[in-house]
Structures are given as C-alpha cells and as structure tokens.
C-alpha cells in the first residue's frame, strides 16, 4: 500500500470495556473521495478523532505518506497537513469571517508557536492572501467582515470547513458537512466538495446517501466500530451486509 | 490610538497622579505604591484577560521576586549591593520559577489550574515561612535600603526627593521622591510593552486560542506553549513588582506570599477592568487608595471593597473600565457569566466520541 | 514515638472535620457542577452563631442555631446570587464565591471584632478519657463520635431519599435528570443548603477544638479544596477518603518532619493534579488539557 496517503493499521479505542473502534485496516489513496458511512453509533466519528489527533488510540497505528504519526499530537498533524472540519461548526464567534481564515491561515505560516511579541501580523502578506483564497473556495467572500457568530447554520459549516482549507491541508477531513443544510446549501456544499476533491484528499463522514453515492469514489462502511466493507458506490450499494446494518435496508435517500 | 498620542498621554497622567490625589486625601508615596502593585496586577490580567488563566497563585513570584531582591543586597552580594543586580536577580529567578511551574499547571483548565497555581503558592510560602536561616521566618527581612540608582555617569539615591514647589491643592513637589519617577518610568515601560504585546501576532493568536482553544488546536496552534509563555511573562512582570516593592519599602515578610495577596491581584485587575490595558492600574488604584484612605475613616473600607468586588462580577463584568469599551465587551468574565456550560476539550472528546 | 497513637488519633479527628467541610464542597461541585469559594464562609458563620448561641444558652443550644442560621444564609445566597451562576464557567464560579467570601469574612469582623474567640467546652465534656494507650480529651472524641453519625446520615440522605436519588443522578448526568422533569431546582436548593449546614454545624462543634477568628473561613477553605482534589471533585467517599488522609497526613508529618507539616498536603495535592486531577475516587471525565 505505498501510495496510500493514510492508512490505518488494526487501529481501536476502547473506553472501558467498550470498543468504540477495533480492527480498523483503512487506507485511502492520494486524490480519493472516500465515505466513511454508517449507522449511528458505527464510530465514524471517534475514527476521525483518532485520524486528526483529537484522541489518542488505545490500539494499531497510522500512518500519514509512509510516516507513523500515531502519537503525533493534533496541532502537529494539522501542520503536516491533516485538517479536519467538525461534526458542529467550530468557528471563532466573536471574529469576522475573515479574521476566521486568517487565524488558521496565520498558523500554516508561522508555524505551531511564535515568540514575536512585538509586530503584528498584519506585515505577513501571505497570510491575507491564503485566507481570502480560502474564503473564495467555499463561496463566502461577501460575508467577509460580518460577526461569524452571526452566521447563519449552512454557513458556519461552509466557514469551518474554509477554516480547515485555509491550513492548506492535503488531507480534509468533513464530518457531516451538510447536516441541518437547506437543500440548495446542500447542492451548494456538493459543488464544493467536489472541487475540493480535485485538489486534495477528502474523506467525509455523512448521512445524505443521494451525496454520497453522487461525489465518492469509493466508501467504507462502518458498523459497531468495524469496517463492514469499502468498495466503489455501486458496489456498496448492492452489498446485503451494509443494507442490512441499516435498518431496513435502505440505501438511498437520507438514513 | 496613535502611538504617540498614547504615549504621551499615558507619560502626562504618569506625571500628574501624584498630585491629583493629593486633594482627596492620596500623597506621593501612595502613588508609588500603587505603580509598583499595578505592575504585578497587569501581569495577572495577561493571565486572566487575554489568555483566559485564572490563577490563585501570583503572591509566588510577588513574594519571592521581593525576597530575592532584598537578599541580594542583604546576603548575596553584601559588599558591593548593586540595584540594578537586585532587581536582575529577582525579575530572573522569578522567571525561572514561572517556566518550571508554567510547564506543569498549562496543562490543567478552570478549577484545576487555580488550584494548583494556589497549592504552589502556599509550598513556596510555607518554605520562605520555615527557611529562617535565609528569610528570617516570620520576621521577614528588614531594613535593608535600596542602593543607589547607578546610571553609569551618576547615581541617584531614589530616597532623595525634587526641589521644593508648592503647587496649592495639589501639594508640593518635593514631597515626591526620585522612587516616583523610577517607578513611572517602568511603568510607561510597562504598559508599553502591554500594549504591544496585546495587538502582535503573539497576542492575536494568544486571544484565538482564549476564545475557542478546541479550533485554535486544530488550525495548527500549539495552545500549551502559549499558554506557557503567558504564564511566564505574567509572572516575571509580578516578580518585577515584587522586587520593587521590596526595595521601596526596604523590607518584605511571608504575607506577601499569602493567599491573601494573590487574592488581592485578583480583585484589583477584575474591579478594574479585565481585558483592559489600563483597567488593573484603575483598580489598583481604586482599592489601595481606599486601603489607605478610606480606611482612616471607617473599618468598613474591606467590606465595600468586597461588596465592589462582587458587584462588579455580578452587573459589570467587564469592570470599571470594561464598560466604557467601545466594542463589544467580550471580556473574559463577560463572557463566562454570559455563556453557556464550559467546553474545555476533553469534554468535548467524550461528546464527540459518544455514538 | 509513643506519641504515634495520640497524633494519629488527632490526625484522625482532624481528618474527620476535613470530611464534614468537604462533604458539602465536593456534593455541590458533582451535582451542581459549582465551584464554592465560599464554602469556609459556611464554617466560619456557624462558628461564630455556634459561639454567641452557646455563650447564653449552652451547647446544645449553639449546635442547632448554627446550622440552622448557616442554612438559611445558603439559601438566600443561592438565590439571590448563585442561581445565576450554575452554568457559567467556573473561573466566574470562583470569582464571585470568592467575593461573598470576603463580604463574610468582613462582616464577621466588623461585627464580632478581629479577636481570635474560644469556645468553652461544657464541663460535661471537658474530662479526658483514659484510652490505654494515652489519656484523651472526651470532647474531641464526642466530636469524632457526632461527625461520624453525620456522615452516616448524610450518606443515608444520599442513598435513600428522593432528593439523595437526584442528587446521584445529577452527579452522573445533570440536563438527563432535568430532561425527566425531576425537581431539580428544589433539589439543589436543599442539596447546597445541607452541604453548608454541615460545614456550619462542625464549625460550631469543633470551634473548641480550634479557635475561631474572622481568617477562619478561609483557613479551612483551603485545605477543604485539597481534601476534595485528592478524594476527587465531586465524589462522597472521595471526600471521606481525602479527609482521613489529609488530616493524618499532617498529623504524621508533624511527627516525622515536622518542617514540612504545613507544606505536605500542598505537595499531595499538587501531585494528585498533575498525576491523576481527578482524585482518587473520582470519575476520569477531568477538565485536563
């Protein structure tokens, strides 16, 4: 699996006595789409904690282009180039949205921590110009000086995810992208996503099969913290495992 | 503000406060002590303002910056006492103090980091109560005058004081001593250094990490060593405080390493004004002058401070001058009275983590 | 070291007036997610009402003024000032607690003169008892005797009652036991007063023991918080643990290194916060970075 950009090997995480994830063999190519789906409680969302460091692994290990960054801590993966947009819109309330993309550019351009005391970072040109960019991917550069706080729901979730692209990720983690959007935000937000797939790696934890099957390439199946398959759209969609897991059987439409 | 504009403001009011309180009862050397308290006090609001700390445990650096300065002139270097030494090696040992701790305690948050700044504190108060051979216990070290001010081509013994020129109501020039100028000049210094500190690159992302830590974590910020360097810069501007008052008032006992005189940062800064450059010297002033003044005239005075105290919390978080912020007062307080339950990240986790 | 047996026996009492003071700290943080500066305020009131009450009336007389007078200044307090903090952050929590500490502390001084006060011990308590291995003043263990009933009672309350019932499922989830309509409100009510009637009442009780003076809320404030980081936040026989230990701790220190008797339970809990912040006995889920 050498031109795997992630990958996981028997990665777990216990809480006790219960196994929130186990035995999860993962790996995704450079450049892929890949969904991570399941019913809740599957554990989608603890394994992309453990993916950007938000929690550390009780078993196995990652691996990020070759490198073990198992125990490598959050703030580290971000700068080597994992970046994760979360599950409720994480922004900076009190900051413009502007100032939002500026922050996270300001970290890919100083680094995890700086000492300068003394000048601002208004002199770091770039940093300006790498917000802005991030701002005009996901199509919120008109609201740029408003209050993020002030936002409504589908565009905090838009922010948070141009937060995460401000860091110039190679890997962008979505979790629930569209969750709680209007159906032209979720148009909108599949627009986007799959423009963002052509420049980077993106897996997205989601419930909305219509997006799903639409933008992947291919899509791991989750359940009870294992992986129950991964294969191409049309294949999950034909395996009587993953239907079953899903009450019902349904694959299409929202579960 | 202009740069200028503020600075020279803040060098005229500098000059004019001794004489401004003199009408309501305040006099030169009470405005020295207040100069020399307030510095601690902005150290402590870098803390609690703009990193989000609250810490129980500043009386540490106070104290020993205090003991440090005075034992450097009494025992350290007895023969050739050097202020300027003083002061070096109690600002640097304090510092020292600050990493080693500020290395432990940024990893705990809310109750847990107070907690255990205050559990430092009283280890060190306990030690400095107990070492008589080198602090004198509970006597304190006394009597021990400040050098003189060597500036290479001069010295000035600070003790001295300015021509005489009487001024009205305001009083007389000469009731101001050399320790006043000294004292605002490190002042202007100081708030100097606030200021622009407060609007660098440090501190923007310093405020980032203050209002949403889980996010600022996840854009590539390394919250701890932040966290680690505003700890360490508040507590050396407390132990400049404590070492100055040491040497001004030529003496210093265990009490300033109390709880008490944490607590009294505590109170000063958030009367004051939280998040504000000038708010801890505002209620610095406030409260010391009524510890002098006012209490000459009623016993009362510690209960109106108190009463104050938790006015402020309870209608004014912003403090006295958090009110008269332009922008939105999102000071600390204001916004831990106005939000909602705490997010500290590993609660977070368990939720996220939760199917 | 024949002295080991009295001091651990001193130890042990001492450890004992830790627990009644924690109890109502550590009950209030895990039920009501509230950090109380001004829980030794509790001690200090029922100390003084406890003084004045016994000086005309008897013993007897000031152990029930006090916690009764503790309880309906916490009810007050908790509603006219408290309540609106519940929720907040807990640096707010400290801040304002740690206010009205003062404004207590203040008034009793103003009021009751800053002169340190002793108790007299009734003379039907002030015999000591022949323990074999030492002679022991009966009062102090009358004293183990009453705060050893009360925890029982306490725990009784806890584990048998209705608002017992609430308060242990608050502990665990606080909004799942709003969410079940359970009174909550009138349970924290009772809960907070009870945790500072207890703190009054062993004010009162042990004010023989330990002299009382306006400082004397905040000098038992503090190690309270100790006993209550190292049995964990939150937890009951957390605080009984943290109690017992705290206190013989610092009677076996004054024995063995008597330098460090002060200092040693700030070196603990220093250690406990860094180690494992949530104590001892209390849950992992820690605000921990």
Known sequence: ?255 | MKDARFYGLTALGLVLFPFLIHPIGGYPGLATQILIVAIGSIGFNLLLGYAGLLSYGQSMFYGVGGYMALLTISKFFPDHPNFWLAILLGVGFVTLMAVAIGALVVRLYGIYFALLTLAFAQMFFFVVFKWRDLTQGDDGLQGISAPPLSLGFTSIDLTGTFPSLDLGPFGNLSDVHYWYAFVALIMLLVLAFTRTLIRSQFGEVLGAIRENEERSTFVGFDPRRYKLAAFTIAGALTGLSGALRGLYETSIAPDALTVGTSGDFVIYTVIGGVKTLFGPLVGTGLIMYMQNVISAKTDAWRLIEGLLFVAVIVFLPGGILGSFKRKRARTILAAAVAAGPPDAPSRAAAREAAP | MAQLPGQLLDGFIRGLVYVAIALGLTIVFGMLRLVNFSHGAFYAIGAYVGLVVAQRYGLVAGLIAAPIAVAVFAVVFDRVLLRRFYDKEPTAQILVTFGVAIVVEESLRLYFGGTTRTFPIPDSLSASVNLGFTQYPAYRLALAAGIMLLVLAVWLFIERTDYGLIVRAGVRDRTMVQLLGGNVKQASTVIFALGAALAGLVGAAASPIYSVDPGTGFSFLVPSFVVVVIGGLGSFWGAVLGGLIVGELQSVTTLVFPAASDVVIYIAMALVLLVRPSGLLGESEVIRG
Not at chain 1, 40 to 60: I, R, W
């Open chain 1, 1 to 255: 699996m050498s031109d795997a950009i992630l990958q996981t090997t028997g990665l777990g995480k216990r809480f006790g006595h219960f196994a929130a994830n186990s035995d999860i063999d993962f790996s995704v190519r450079e450049g892929e789409l890949r969904a991570v789906i399941g019913p809740n409680g599957a554990g989608k969302t603890t394994f992309f904690n453990l993916l950007s460091g938000f929690a550390q692994p009780t078993d196995g290990e990652i691996f990020f282009k070759g490198e073990k960054i198992t125990h490598v801590a959050g703030p580290r993966r971000v700068v080597r180039g994992i970046a994760k947009a979360f599950q409720t819109a994480n922004i900076y309330p009190d900051e413009t949205v502007f100032q939002n993309c500026r922050l996270a550019a300001l970290a890919r351009t100083q680094g995890l921590f700086s000492l300068q005391l003394f000048r601002s970072s208004q002199r770091l040109t770039d940093v300006d110009s790498l917000a802005g960019e991030a701002l005009e991917l996901v199509d919120l550069a008109a609201l740029k000086d408003v209050r993020a706080g002030d936002l409504s729901h589908g565009d905090k979730k838009r922010l948070d995810i141009a937060v995460a692209l401000a860091t110039r990720p190679q890997i962008l983690l979505l979790d629930e992208p569209v969750a709680g959007m209007s159906i032209e935000e979720v148009h909108k937000t599949d627009r986007l996503i799959r423009g963002l797939a052509k420049r980077m790696t993106v897996l997205i934890i989601e419930h909305d099969m219509d997006l799903i099957m639409g933008i992947s390439d291919s899509i791991t199946v989750l359940h009870q913290g294992k992986i129950l398959a991964s294969g191409t759209p049309a294949e999950i969609r034909g395996n009587s495992r993953v239907q079953e897991a899903y009450l019902g059987g349904h694959t299409e439409g929202t579960v």
